[in-house]
Nanobody, 125 residues
Framework: QVQLVESGGGSVQSGGSLRLSCAAS????????MGWFRQAPGKEREGVAA???????QYADSVKGRCTISQDNAKNTLYLQMKNLKPNDRAMYYCAADSKRSWWSLLAANGWNSWGQGTQVTVSS
């Protein structure tokens, strides 16, 4: 059974940085596509950054240049380094995993096999 546990969220001031982590278990980590998504109150869940099983990445336009997705296969952990955070980055951030996810659909929130419980990011101006 796939389990995803996010951590690293918190409250920062505008311009600050955070690194989110997603610890994965229950499957062959390196064979899965992984992604970070976020959902702000009253808004739909949206893709932030993701990578496929070959580590090809996609980033949302809103975070390009400010966020970096990476992974440590030895630790079965996915990361999202975020810098220059803005108030509109405030949201619950979720990690997702999927065994059959094509590169072109990485940032689509629908259809991912497994989700974590989320970690809250708050950015104050």
């Amino acid at each position: 059974q796939v389990q995803l546990v996010e951590s690293g969220g918190g409250s920062v001031q505008s311009g600050g940085s955070l690194r989110l982590s997603c610890a994965a278990s229950g499957y062959t980590y390196s064979s899965y596509s992984m992604g970070w998504f976020r959902q702000a109150p009253g808004k739909e869940r949206e893709g932030v950054a993701a990578l496929d099983s070959a580590a090809n990445t996609q980033y949302a336009d809103s975070v390009k240049g400010r966020c970096t997705i990476s992974q440590d296969n030895a630790k079965n952990t996915l990361y999202l380094q975020m810098k220059n955070l803005k108030p509109n980055d405030r949201a619950m951030y979720y990690c997702a995993a999927d065994s059959k996810r094509s590169w072109w659909s990485l940032l689509a929130a629908n259809g991912w096999n497994s989700w974590g419980q989320g970690t809250q990011v708050t950015v104050s101006s």
